[in-house]
């Protein structure tokens, strides 16, 4: 078997995907449409024409505008059906999904249209498509400590919906500490913990710093700039976290796929897991993004099938789960040999 028709074929996990990153200029026009509302642009292409980002306040700046045509329930049941449509396709069997309900409860969207829609499409899903999912709800870094501890507590009424809290948007001068008080009480109800730690962001080491030693999380989203610290690194494989990183993402950042730091982390045997971040704005799913990867970096079906394994070993499963997904996988790579 050629190395991509491994990876389009290998059972995977992604856990770190924006539900509202994988809203496609299609599914925009289609929204835009049933609402009333003006996009500004004449076609699906004219607005991808205007997808212009290099860093990530240039990102989040068209993310967060194009979130307007998500208006009622059943806009986010099909935002979300759509991405796990996508993702069962790609072979992913496992999925632990961001929303980010303060860019919607901000625009007079009520924090329960958001989740029951989200739930409804997971539901279906794991029915439909065999697709088993987790929610997670971030935080928007550049909001206020106390709307995070708002929207906390409108999730209480829906705790058994969601498996833990994250913290993204805009990281200059949003240090994690900012939310110490809030992730406290995450952890109080039982939810898992991860914060965003953007590729190259001012301070970022400090941050990393302290999503370990004052944050206590339970896993690390990008994470690459650890890299610079062997004393993070350290601390990082010694915990056993996972770091979800998104090697085309960063492409927008940093010029490269990061395949030479995920190949370092790999040397190192930190736990590294490889995902899409908002793959209708970076043009790549799951597959494509190990795809462009391997070919960065010329990674050989060791290293690919590491990382796929570390996608089930950094998920938040329980021991049994987690099992019974990594022995399909090397159910997968028997009948490979065999053949
Ligand atoms: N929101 C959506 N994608 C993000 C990213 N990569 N970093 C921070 N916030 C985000
Ligand atoms: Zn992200």
Redesign the pocket.
Known sequence: MQIRELIETLPKAEL?V?LE?TLEPELSFALAAKNGIALGYDSPEELVAAYDFHDLPSFLTIYYAAMNVLVDEDDFYRLTWEYLEKAASQNIVYAEL?FDPQAHTSRGVSFDTVIRGIRRAQDDAARKLGIETGLILCFLRDMSAQSAMEHLALAEPYRDWLIGVGL?SDEKGNPPRKFAEVFARARSLGLKLTM?C?VNQDDTLEHMRQVLEEIGVDRI??GVNSLESDALCTAIREKGLGL?V?PV?NRFVVQSLTSREIRSMLEKDMCVTINS??PAYFDAYLNENFVALQEEGGFGEAEIVRLVLNGFDAAWLDEPRRTAYKERVHAVLATEAAS
């Open positions: 770190h924006h990153g961001f993204d965003h953007d989203d990008h979800t998104c993402s971040d908002d």
